[in-house]
Nanobody, 126 residues
Framework: QVDLVESGGGLVQAGGSLRLSCAASGSYFSSYTMGWFRQAPGKDHEFVASISWNGGITNYAESVKGRFTIARDNAKNMVYLQMNSLKPEDTAVYYC???????????????????WGQGTQVTVSS
């Protein structure tokens, strides 16, 4: 069981940056692949990025490659999403999610993730 709490969202102008944080509580955090998803109004959850249990494998949606960076600190039970060069189309509620890794590090479908946070709003103004 992993409980996830996101923070760091807010209002930023286009071209700006934000860093989202996800605090995890529970056992065996380092055994989980962690991911970030987002949901814009009227749309489904969209995969943003994921990171393997040891940080060695990362995966990004094409729409954020080169602009967003996912990282984790297993000693602190934290996951981060650094978002640079933000665009209005990045506006969404951002969710942290987790699943027990095994040897599968590339899940991008929401229902393949077992644990979810409550989300944090990111709004990018033009």
């Amino acid at each position: 069981q992993v409980d996830l709490v996101e923070s760091g969202g807010g209002l930023v102008q286009a071209g700006g940056s934000l860093r989202l944080s996800c605090a995890a509580s529970g056992s065996y955090f380092s055994s989980y692949t962690m991911g970030w998803f987002r949901q814009a109004p009227g749309k489904d959850h969209e995969f943003v990025a994921s990171i393997s249990w040891n940080g060695g494998i990362t995966n990004y949606a094409e729409s954020v490659k080169g602009r967003f960076t996912i990282a984790r600190d297993n000693a602190k039970n934290m996951v981060y999403l650094q978002m640079n060069s933000l665009k209005p189309e990045d506006t969404a509620v951002y969710y942290c999610a987790a699943y027990y890794s095994g040897s599968d590090y590339y899940r991008t479908v929401p229902n393949e993730y077992d644990y979810w946070g409550q989300g944090t709003q990111v709004t990018v103004s033009s």
